[in-house]
């Protein structure tokens, strides 16, 4: 139970107390009168003693009387009829009235109790304490104060308490409530006040025994009455009423009278000075008692008469059919189960049940009784007030106690002597007690005896009416003896309710005996209880007995008793009682020792509802409010849900519809598990009351909970949506709110604009750049202002879900924003004049549906309906269209929020619902309000401080900055294909537009694939190729000459010179092992234009060739466009567009060369001068029959390097053209020589060398736009196995000037290298016919083949040799490679080595037995560096094999050779070979070591023999 002011012992003392009647005459009235108050009223204050008090009791022992307090009452007189035991209206509406009057103070220190997990705030601020929007009460702990148990005051039940006791009815069962004694009180301005008090004393004893009145009700027949001269010291003469007063004392004697002097000062020189008024707190209750007494015409009485006839009787009780309950009018809104959500339809908590609650007007009945504003005891001094409080301890220790004490030695000895037993009752206890006991029958077993009365005289009664004597002066052993023994009596006689009232005594006066020498007998309680409630049918007199065994057992910390008879007590009968009886249990389940959180909670919610059917809407309210503090947070939405629709409806109810707003948000944007209807019904209700609140204050648009907005989902993009395609044109794609934000993506478009930025830059990043980001979400970088362009729109893409089962319908939405405007063309100084700094919005206007806004400023678009299915998320995009330049702010939504017809059931009255001023029911209710957009931005990590706290970082994306115009670009592609062979070339158009009304310029291109296309050279003449996209067909994209008629196929080859950087403004592509993304410059293309520029409104149209990518696949292709203005200046720099495309490439034809040397060392063929070899090509078909492709052609075979060139053709096919069908294959031989030193010019060093051989009727000219185009834009995977090219000419040239000697290992690892490097490219063109569409269409493409190292075979790019394998992470940094020294393979190339002999020989062997023939060896350096040759004749063939094949010879003269050779320095050496007899002899037997000449160390390596070399001896005999 709850903490109470008092102890419990001082609770039940200030019960049962003394009972003091008085009766005044006119004039005394009057002068109490002056002071707002009667006689009863102004000695109430002073009623309990300071002092202690002394009486002796029947054993002539001397007991102390402490901290007594009587009870003084005017006497009411009512007529004598029967009542029951069950409270009346009067009594009902006083009790609800005291609570009513009594609720939480606000502004007190909070009190929270502390139960397991929770900390539960119950007191002065529980109504916000547990609410939703109240979260701080925690914070409160630290105000409690230290005591053992915080526990929670409840005044209103303290306050309905004690009115309940004093508002007790007098039984004849007991005599607790009778009158001890009463005050004649006469004024001393009586003429003659001895009479004054005959005629009172006179009519005392008429009400007493006339028998015409059953109210009062006095104590004994010999009723103490004490006499009390009133004087007013402010009018009346004081020696007049001293001597009246002496007159007194002899005729009552000292010890009956009094002489009381009030009033020692007027009124209005009371109003000067300022007194303390104690009647306040006392004046209220009295005067709804008074009050009520005199209205109720049922006595509250209980007479034996009524109580034994009457006790199966059915009496008029405040149940559900009676309009009033406990006094007060109650709702029909609340007449539900407390935990049964209410249907929406048919039952009275339904929207129209509000309605009808927001029409009424009137607020909750008060009890008025003395105003608040009078002033009491104004006419009284301090003085005074020590004079009353005297009085009344002379009459309590002259008068009153002496009295009680004659009474109780008389009953005493009546009863000894009655039953002739000793003289005292405590010898008799023992006996009474010690011998055998009448057994107590159970409440089942006992029946009533109907006719049993006991007179006046009864000795039953003495002995009750001497135990509640000795119980009022605090004689509690004594009073328990009797009580026991009238209990015993009772029981005897069956006549249960007198036992009941013994039983209830006696263990309350076994608790309070001093010592405790028994413990507190609880089944005396319990069995009284039962009989008051189930025998004699006495609910008031069953609630006293239930509310004193509550607080015993609550001090004996026996809480879960406490509570159980507590809940026992809780009945249909009475709202008030229940809900009273419910919170107090609910307090006792969280005081125990392991606090019952849920149980208290439970009964909390318990007590709400019978709170609200009382009529209490406050007292429910706080109820709720404090239960919700255990249900939120843990799942039990269920239980949420009813709490806080029963919160939102008290809070309208009581007028707080700010409260009950936010009760019924909660409910709607909690994921509830309530069904579809019930949802309606909540979504209703909520949009009424949130309707009557904006009703009421005009000033700005509320927030409103639905729909759910994920803020940080929310993506803004910049700029004019995608046009769709127009005809043949495709548009560029570049970014839409269509497309999902890839990581990967943008950091791939971010380089491209880096790279395209540099070389727009001369090769460096601005330090103030930043990346385009036309679409801004929760991934992008915010932490700065967005760009935005003036006359450019503003997308917003908002995401709503609708957390409802039940549609959802947003009428008139549109954004809220705020601009600041500003001119970014003035001069820096003025930027920050007053003039710029004007605010603009659109909250008043977007307040006010269908209201023309600011569209000169910033045109907002309005979506006249968005309708959110159930449980639906749904993207909404709002645009705004700025009209000038400044900063905007995007703040929010605003939107109308309504119910469809179909959210939750449809059958509210309809009657209510057109009578109401809302709208009806069939059409929804509607309300305007706003949900603001506030993003978080990303959490900071960055510095200690930020680590170690939560702190974020601001997000910009709603708030752009709209700059002056920029131009606009749009490109479209014309004939641009999907699907290619590979290496398959293409011509397509492209049209650029500038859509702005600013000239545009710096149009450049950049892109992940630069091989796939060229906008061809602008140095060189482009083909002549028709100029119109329609004559497409069948045309060459190539530059095409007719071969001479009469030429061989693949006869010497037409030479072309070119340079690099005629093909991508000397930012070739080839160098470096450049390709993809990080090329670092080398991909950007510039696109040229007329003059340089578009202006506005034009648009131009370029060709485009494209290029099959070499391996098969579908291939993901960006492009970005950068371009600028032409007016410089501006916040943007520059501006781009993205533009992707998809490419299926399909396989074509696979290409593997290899280079080997030439044997021969011919010198009558100047072109071979310089060296020559020869090169294989093989030629497969692999395309797959799919495509329609039926055969390819291998139109032309073309070579482009630095140091080489085609020559000829050796092999040529008899047709002009090499038709390769599927899966078929060619073979190809060509020889391929030096370039000569006479054609290179001096500066010719960086060009290439193109190489035609035609191998059809008409010469492609590799060396022009597109082939060379794409050869220069070729990727080379392998082109990282070998420096640049530029590293390779320095070289060169560097080692052919004689530099180099002493080099270290790495210049002997690359003069080596030089010897086996070949560094020449074949460009296989091509043609393929594929059918179509029943017509044949020639495809043409071009395949490249490099070559680099002698012997080794090179092939064109496929799908299975480009499957490159998984990268393994690197956690530690490579190191770099050691330098690694030649291999043996490549040492022995150093030295080419040839045979020169006749191929027969004849020989007369018989004439001569020797055969002489002169063989020269030649040798030939390859490297460009001396090298030492040794040649050594010794070796010969030791194999069998070989010998049976060849035969042996011998060499003659010197057998060894040391020489040493220049840089591409030839020797010849001139032999002799000996041959003895005739046969076929192999003279490739000299074996040769070489090692370059700086290297002292290295040892000779063994060089490549040649092929056998056949010479056949003849006998020419």
């Not at 007194?275 to 009050?291: A, C, E, T, V």
């Not at 060459?1036 to 093909?1063: Q, R």
Request: proline share 6%; glycine share 6%.
């Amino acid at each position: 139970m709850a903490q109470c002011v008092q102890s419990v012992q001082e609770f039940i003392q200030d019960s049962f107390v003394p009972m003091v009647a008085v009766l005044c005459s006119e004039d005394a009235e009057k002068v109490t009168r002056k002071n707002n108050l009667n006689f009863s009223e102004l000695l109430r204050p002073f009623c309990r003693l300071t002092s202690e008090g002394h009486m002796r009791d029947p054993n002539n022992q001397v007991q102390v009387v402490k901290n007594l307090r009587i009870s003084v009452n005017n006497v009411v007189t009512r007529p004598s009829v029967p009542a029951s035991g069950v409270p009346g209206h009067a009594h009902r509406r006083l009790l609800s009235e005291v609570v009513l009057t009594c609720q939480p103070a606000e502004g007190g220190v909070a009190n929270v109790i502390t139960a397991g997990d929770y900390d539960l705030n119950i007191s002065d601020r529980s109504l916000k304490a547990s609410v939703p929007w109240y979260s701080d009460w925690r914070d409160t702990l630290t105000e409690l104060s230290t005591s053992k148990h915080y526990t929670a005051t409840t005044p209103w039940f303290e306050a309905y308490r004690e009115s309940f006791l004093q508002s007790m009815p007098a039984s004849d069962h007991e005599f607790l409530n009778h009158y001890l004694a009463c005050l004649l009180v006469v004024s001393s301005s009586e003429a003659v006040p001895v009479e004054k008090f005959l005629k009172l004393s006179q009519e005392q004893h008429r009400i007493q025994h006339s028998g015409e009145y059953t109210n009062p009700k006095w104590f004994i027949p010999n009723t103490l009455k004490y006499y009390v001269l009133l004087h007013d010291m402010s009018q009346g003469d004081e020696q007049r009423a001293d001597s009246v007063y002496e007159d007194m004392k002899q005729r009552y004697g000292a010890q009956g009278c009094y002489l009381l002097k009030v009033n020692s000062r007027t009124a209005a020189a009371g109003a000067d000075e300022q007194i303390p008024d104690p009647w306040s707190q006392y004046l209220h209750k009295s005067s709804l008692q008074s009050q009520d007494q005199y209205e109720d015409p049922a006595p509250v009485v209980v007479n034996n008469t009524a109580v034994e006839n009457n006790v199966g009787g059915t009496s008029e009780v405040d149940g559900h059919d009676s309009e009033e309950k406990d006094g007060v009018l109650v709702n029909s809104l609340d007449s539900t189960h407390p935990l049964q959500l209410d249907a929406p339809s048919d039952t009275p908590g339904s929207l129209d049940a509000l309605r009808a609650v927001a029409v009424e007007t009137k607020p909750p009945p008060l009890a008025t009784g003395v105003a608040a504003a009078t002033s009491h005891g104004a006419c009284l001094t301090l003085n005074d007030h020590d004079r009353i409080r005297l009085f009344i301890q002379e009459f309590t220790f002259r008068g009153l106690l002496p009295h009680i004490e004659k009474n109780i030695r008389q009953l005493n000895d009546q009863l000894v002597s009655r039953k002739g037993l000793s003289r005292s009752l405590f010898s008799a206890t023992k006996k009474w007690f010690g011998g055998g006991k009448v057994p107590e029958k159970s409440i089942a077993e006992l029946k009533n005896t109907s006719g049993l009365l006991y007179p006046p005289e009864a000795p039953e009664l003495q002995i009750r009416k001497m135990a509640d004597l000795c119980f009022l002066v605090q004689l509690y052993d004594l009073a328990y003896s009797c009580y026991h023994t009238a209990k015993k009596d009772f029981l005897s006689d069956q006549a249960m309710l007198y036992a009941a009232g013994a039983l209830e005594m006696a263990a309350v006066s076994a608790f309070l005996q001093v010592g405790a020498p028994r413990p507190y007998p609880a089944h005396y309680m319990d069995t009284a209880i039962q009989t008051y409630r189930d025998v004699s049918k006495n609910m008031v007199l069953a609630e006293r007995c239930a509310l004193l065994s509550a607080e015993i057992l609550k001090s004996q910390a026996k809480y879960s008793d406490a509570a159980t008879l507590l809940i026992k007590m809780t009945s249909e009968d009475s709202d008030l009682r229940s809900a009273l009886l419910l919170e107090q249990a609910a307090h006792c389940f969280i005081n125990m020792r392991n606090p019952m959180v849920r149980k208290f909670a439970f009964h909390m919610i318990l007590a709400g509802h019978r709170f609200s059917k009382a009529g209490q809407k406050r007292h429910a309210l706080r109820c709720y409010c404090q239960a919700m503090q255990v249900y939120k947070g843990k799942g039990w939405s269920l239980a949420e849900d009813h709490i806080n629709f029963t919160i939102g409806r008290q809070s309208f109810t009581l007028r707080q519809p700010e409260n009950a707003v936010t009760a019924f948000r909660h409910i709607l944007t909690n994921d509830s598990q309530q069904t579809s209807t019930q949802q309606g019904a909540f979504l209703r209700e909520y949009l009424y009351v949130y309707k009557n609140v904006t009703g009421a204050c005009e000033v700005a648009l509320p927030q409103l909970p639905l729909p759910c907005i994920n803020s940080s989902a929310t993506r803004v993009y910049f700029g004019h949506e995608r046009r769709l395609a127009e005809g043949e044109k495709q548009a560029a794609t570049h970014v839409s709110l269509d497309q999902e934000f890839d990581r990967d993506l943008a950091a791939m478009w971010q380089d491209l604009e880096e790279q395209v930025v540099a070389a727009a830059k001369r090769g460096v990043v601005p330090a103030t750049f930043q990346p385009t980001q036309c679409c801004l979400n929760s991934q992008t970088d915010n932490l700065r202002f967005p760009l935005a362009v003036v006359e450019e729109p503003i997308i917003v893409e908002v995401v709503f879900r609708n957390p409802l089962k039940v549609p959802l319908v947003l009428s008139d939405l549109s954004l809220l924003w705020k601009f600041t405007l500003k001119d970014f063309n003035r001069p820096h100084p003025q930027d920050d004049s007053v003039g710029d700094a004007v605010a603009i919005s659109n909250e008043k206007e977007a307040s006010v549906p269908r209201t023309p806004q600011k569209d000169d400023v910033i045109a907002t678009e309005v979506i006249p309906e968005f309708y959110l299915s159930p449980e639906e998320t749904k993207l909404a995009r709002l645009k705004l269209l700025p009209h000038q330049t400044g900063q905007l702010n995007i703040l929010g939504l605003v939107y109308n929020l309504a119910s469809t017809s179909s959210t939750g059931d449809t059958t509210i009255n309809s009657t209510a619902a057109s009578q109401s001023e809302g709208p009806s029911a069939a059409e929804g209710t509607s309300v305007r309000g706003r949900q603001d957009l506030e993003i978080q931005g990303p959490r900071l990590n960055q510095t200690k401080e930020e680590k170690t706290s939560v702190s974020h970082g601001p997000d910009r994306r709603l708030d752009p900055t709209i700059t002056p115009p920029m131009p606009l670009l749009e490109v479209f592609f014309l004939q641009f294909p999907t699907a290619l062979l590979c290496g398959e070339i293409r011509k397509a158009y492209v049209e650029f537009c500038n859509m702005s009304r600013v000239t545009l310029c710096g149009l450049r291109v950049a892109s992940t694939h630069p091989d796939f296309f060229t906008f061809g050279s602008s140095s060189l003449a482009t083909p002549l190729t028709p100029l119109s996209p329609t004559s497409f067909e069948n045309c060459s994209a190539y530059k095409t000459l007719a071969t001479p008629p009469g030429a061989t196929p693949g006869s010497v080859a037409a030479v072309t010179l070119v340079s690099e950087g005629d093909f991508g403004s000397g930012t070739g592509l080839r160098g470096g092992g450049v390709s993809g993304a990080g090329m670092g410059g080398k991909g950007i293309t510039e696109i040229p234009l007329g003059e340089g520029t578009l202006k506005p409104g034009e648009s131009t149209q370029l060709p485009l060739w494209l290029r099959g990518p070499d391996q098969e696949g579908v291939h993901e292709i960006h492009f970005l466009f950068y371009y600028e203005s032409a007016e410089k200046g501006g916040k943007i720099s520059h501006r781009v567009l993205r533009h992707t495309v998809f490419i299926c490439a399909s396989r074509s034809l696979s290409v593997r060369a290899t280079a080997c040397r030439s044997n021969t060392l011919p010198e009558e063929e100047e072109e071979e001068r310089n060296g020559s070899m020869l090169v294989f090509v093989d030629v497969e078909n692999i395309n797959s029959s799919e495509a329609g492709v039926r055969e390819f052609h291998i139109a032309q075979v073309s070579s482009s390097s630095k140091q080489w060139r085609l020559h000829k053709c050796i092999n040529p096919a008899e047709d002009k053209d090499c038709k390769l069908t599927s899966r078929e294959r060619g073979k190809l031989c060509f020889r391929a020589t030096r370039c000569k030193p006479l054609q290179v010019p001096l500066k010719a060093a960086e060009k290439y060398t193109f190489a035609d051989l035609s191998l059809g009727n008409e010469l492609i000219i590799t060396s022009t736009t597109p082939c060379a185009d794409f050869f220069f834009r070729r990727c080379q995977p392998l082109e990282s196995l070998r420096p640049p090219v530029a590293m390779e000419i320095q070289g060169r040239h560097s080692r052919s000037q004689g530099v180099g000697h002493g080099g270290g290992a790495k210049d002997i690892a690359g003069v080596v290298r030089k010897c086996n490097e070949v560094d020449l490219d074949i460009i296989i063109l091509w043609k393929a016919f594929v059918v179509e569409d029943n017509k044949q269409v020639i495809l043409e493409g071009q395949l490249h083949v490099a070559l680099q190292t002698i012997d080794k075979e090179a092939c064109s790019l496929t799908q299975k040799e480009d499957a490159q394998e998984m990268v393994l992470l690197k956690f530690k940094p490579e190191l770099p490679p050691p330098m690694t020294r030649p291999s043996m393979e490549q040492l022995s190339h150093l030295i080419k080595t040839n045979l020169q002999y006749p191929e027969s020989y004849s020989h007369p062997f018989n004439q001569k037995s020797l055969c002489m023939v002169p063989v020269t060896l030649t040798l030939s350096n390859c490297s460009l560096a001396q090298v030492d040759v040794i040649i050594d004749l010794r070796h010969k063939p030791t194999s069998p094999e070989s010998l049976e094949v060849h035969g042996s010879f011998t060499w003659l003269g010197q057998t060894q050779f040391k020489l040493q050779l220049g840089a591409q320095e030839v020797m010849r050496v001139q032999l002799r070979a000996c041959f003895l007899h005739a046969g076929v002899y192999n003279l490739g037997t000299p074996r040769v070591f070489a090692k370059l000449a700086d290297q002292g160390a290295m040892c000779e390596t063994s060089q490549q023999t040649a092929t056998p070399a056949l010479i056949i001896i003849i006998n020419s005999t």
